[in-house]
């Protein structure tokens, strides 16, 4: 603690260097330890590495992650309706379409988590007991789409309108039958989906805004939550609640 | 088919925390080492753009492939086992440092009472205290005889705690400080101490000052940055074999480190092994390494299914009882935890540590009579500070719908209001909780996977009712404005996040019949077999594992390197 403290005291540029040197890195001829010793003192402050978030002052760029690399414009709309359920505008603040969740689902589902790349994904496939795995065969991506479709389907059936045509209520009301699983997607549970779509919602919300969701960060300013800075040594030992403007991973670049 | 290479002395197979601090002894004792590790090669810059919580933690970016090798799982041996498809419940490392690497860091020794603990419970509560589908067992060590080593290992990793009355005898205190004792920590301080109980902070290698160890490794002070369970620290202020102990070995010249390696078999006649085979993840090329000594250290599950797949001592059969290889898995309960809601208080919770703890000795091992209840051994009760994350932690009072206007209101609203008193237990060994092969299913290089046969025990499930009482009367004595208590230990369930501290299957003990190695982890069937990590825990203590491991692991080292001078021989 004291030594950290120590550099903060020293200029900003110098740091990295001196953190190095000074904390030893390299003792007994082996080189180990901490790359970022440089950002050591700078948790507490406000890096301008974001664009500013007050609108008035700066026109808003466009948003160049903000284009479908998976989904259809109609499959996107679906999904920006739904996940607006599961995550809704309130007094809270944005909604899961005003933090652009749907954007970041379409860009999971491209990714090779998308395609279950990491998961085993070798026969057979048995039904599964309630302690064991699901055993569907699936990709992440095709249940996705699936569900959609499902919701289409189903909304229709129901109501004689397509998801997105529906109102709030019977929005809820299909998203209550599928959270159910009474729903049947080509034989699979609609739980299955329903379980897929509110992860993704919530991951949307919050995950770093490289990802495409998290607008401005503001799935986090709602919660008051931080984002990723490098030290938490004042905030950690503090009886008063310290809230901080959320960083994102951006402003570790070019340490 | 195979490329044979030249023969080594010896050849270690993981190099997570056992197999880099085998490394470091051997290499520094002067012997040529070959480490294969089936994962990537990893330094602190890895671990730069690392406060990602998706791909970290919920895409477990560090964590095994399960593309390529997974487990299968079944409740009890009339269920047919089905393979772990993505991670829900434990999670297991990959490449240079292991779960090592990722790991939270809380480094407890374990109890004197565990190392004796068949003994000890009969001596005072008789012979029939558990039932004898128990298969509770000595360890073949005492608390004194391992104290030496525990005591190396917390030098190297800089462990910073405090010297608890109620545990074993210490030879020296801590190498660093206890780390900060956050406002949140101090009401449970004040709460336990009013029950008459005896809290102190939990003993971590997030260390809590700048440190230079005894090789000469210098690491410097945790940050509190809250990025720590489940990711790389990027100030090396964890300890991490790629900070620690791998560094040392590959400066003294006598390591080969072979990374995209995974080891499929270890040659063996039965009796004595000849080296191991490997092949390269990345070109599919196959190679042969011959070794005198070969060190199993691929983890608790690859320990097993390595020797069981190269036929290298006797499977365990749980309907004799007979054989060691697969016996004696344990696991940890973990329900019996209560959960505090405010109204109007925030607390910093974002900010934390990954062995950021307070704890109470008090319902540990046999710290507390057991006469009047029907389990042994305890639990730690705590309570914790890793930094909540958002996309992980969303408590809400129960009732709220998981989904909806309710589940966001009530989720922002106790983001930072929460607190959580919690337990962690130990887990006994039963004759029906083992590991062998899956008769069906195979990993990508079209090996057997390791199947497992696991639930709960009453025993277990007996400790945790007790446990969840006593969370809820700290939480009581804390004082909040809403309480809920999870008080009962439900099935195992392969999709429920638990934690890592898997144990057993080549276990450790005096008795060949009923232990698979000696107490320098040695195989009795195969005396050049080292076989490390928590697979020789006869039982699983409340405490988390690597303490134990990184003991065990000096001592193997001298074990080793005893076993390479004198030419051969049983170390015991
Ligand atoms: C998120 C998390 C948090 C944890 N927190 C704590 C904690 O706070 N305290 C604590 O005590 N413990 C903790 N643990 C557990 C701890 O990480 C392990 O006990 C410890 O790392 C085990 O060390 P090991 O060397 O036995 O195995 P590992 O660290 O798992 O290393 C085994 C190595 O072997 C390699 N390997 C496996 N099979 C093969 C093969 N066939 N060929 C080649 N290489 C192979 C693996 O890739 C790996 O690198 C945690 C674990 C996790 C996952
Ligand atoms: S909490 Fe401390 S030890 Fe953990 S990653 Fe952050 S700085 Fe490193």
Known sequence: MEESEKYQLDEKGSSRRKFLRNSGVAAGGVVVGSVLGGLIGFGGEKQQHEPATEPEHVAPAANPNAALMFFTPDQYQTTVAATERIFPADENGPGAADLNVAIYIDHQLASPWGINAKDYMLGAFYKAEATQQEQIRILRKDLFLLGLKGLDDYSTKKFDSKFTSLNAEQQDEVLTDFESGDYKLSGLSSSIFFELLRMLTIEGAYADPMYGGNKNMEGWAMRKFPGSRMNYNNEVVSKEFIELEPESLQSHMGH | ?572
Not at chain 2, 194 to 200: A, D, F, M, Q, V
Not at chain 2, 214 to 224: E, K, L, N, T, V
């Open chain 2, 1 to 572: 088919m195979s490329t044979k290479l030249p023969k080594v002395p010896a050849v270690i197979v993981g190099m997570g925390w056992a197999g880099g601090i085998i490394a470091s002894e051997l290499t520094k004792a002067g012997i040529k080492v070959v480490g294969i590790e089936r994962g990537k090669e990893r330094t602190t810059n890895d671990y730069l753009m690392g406060h990602d919580e998706l791909r970290f933690q919920h895409r477990t970016e560090l964590m095994q492939d399960l593309s390529k090798e997974t487990i299968t799982h079944r409740n009890h041996p009339n269920m047919r086992a089905l393979p772990m498809r993505s991670y829900g419940t434990f999670i297991v490392g990959d490449g240079v440092g292991g779960a090592g690497s990722h790991w939270n860091g809380q480094t407890y020794r374990f109890l004197p009472y565990d190392f004796e603990i068949k003994s000890l419970t009969e001596e005072k509560y008789g012979a029939n205290k558990l039932g004898s589908e128990y298969t509770l067992q000595d360890w073949g060590i005492t608390y004194d005889e391992i104290e030496p080593y525990y005591d190396t290992f917390e030098k190297m990793a800089g462990i910073s705690g405090e010297t608890v009355e109620m545990y074993g005898h210490r030879s020296n205190p801590y190498p660093t400080g206890p780390m900060v004792k956050t406002p949140t920590f101090e009401l449970f301080e004040e709460a336990t101490k009013k029950l008459g109980y005896h809290p102190y902070m939990l003993p971590s290698a997030n260390l809590s000052e700048n440190y230079t160890n005894p090789d000469g490794i210098s690491r410097s002070a945790c940050q509190y940055c809250a990025f720590c369970e489940n990711f790389g620290c990027e100030y090396g202020a964890k300890a991490d074999p790629v900070v620690t102990v791998i560094p040392v070995a590959k400066e003294t010249g006598n390591l080969d480190l072979r990374t995209h390696s995974n080891v499929t078999r270890i040659l063996n006649d039965g009796t004595k092994a000849t080296g191991v085979v490997y092949v390269n993840t990345i070109t599919g090329e196959e190679f042969e390494q011959p070794a005198d000594v070969v060190i199993v250290t691929s983890y608790v599950f690859n320990n097993v299914r390595l020797l069981l797949n190269s036929n290298l001592g006797t499977p365990y059969n749980p309907e004799t009882g007979e054989g060691s290889i697969g016996k004696n898995y344990c696991y940890q309960v973990s329900a019996g935890a209560t959960t505090l809601f405010y109204e109007d208080k925030e607390f910093n919770n974002y900010a934390g540590a990954g062995a950021l703890g307070i704890e109470i000795p008090d319902f540990a091992g046999d710290n507390f009579d057991h006469s009047d209840v029907n389990f042994i051994h305890g639990s730690g009760i705590r309570m914790t500070q890793y930094g909540n994350r958002p996309i992980a932690i969303n408590q809400v009072p129960s009732g709220t719908s998981s989904w909806g206007s309710e589940f966001k209101k009530q989720s922002i609203k106790y983001a930072n209001s929460t607190l959580q008193v919690k337990s962690q237990g130990a887990s006994m060994p039963h004759k029906d909780n083992y590991l062998d092969l899956d008769p069906e299913y195979k990993d990508a290089y079209g090996m057997p996977l390791l199947r497992m046969t696991y639930d709960y025990t009453e025993q277990d499930k007996e400790l945790v009712k007790y446990m969840s009482k006593v969370t809820r009367k700290i939480a009581e004595e804390i004082g909040a404005d809403h309480y809920e208590t999870t008080e009962e230990q439900a099935a195992f369930n392969v999709n429920v996040d638990t934690n890592t501290h898997n144990t057993g299957g080549v276990i450790m003990g005096v008795d060949p019949k009923t232990s698979a190695v000696n107490s320098y982890l040695q195989m009795w069937e195969a005396e050049n077999v080292f076989v490390i990590g928590a697979s020789a825990f006869p039982h699983n203590s409340s405490f988390n594992p690597t303490g134990t491991i990184g003991a065990l692991s000096y001592r193997a080292s001298e074990g080793i390197i005893k076993y390479l001078k004198d030419g051969g021989g049983s170390l015991v």
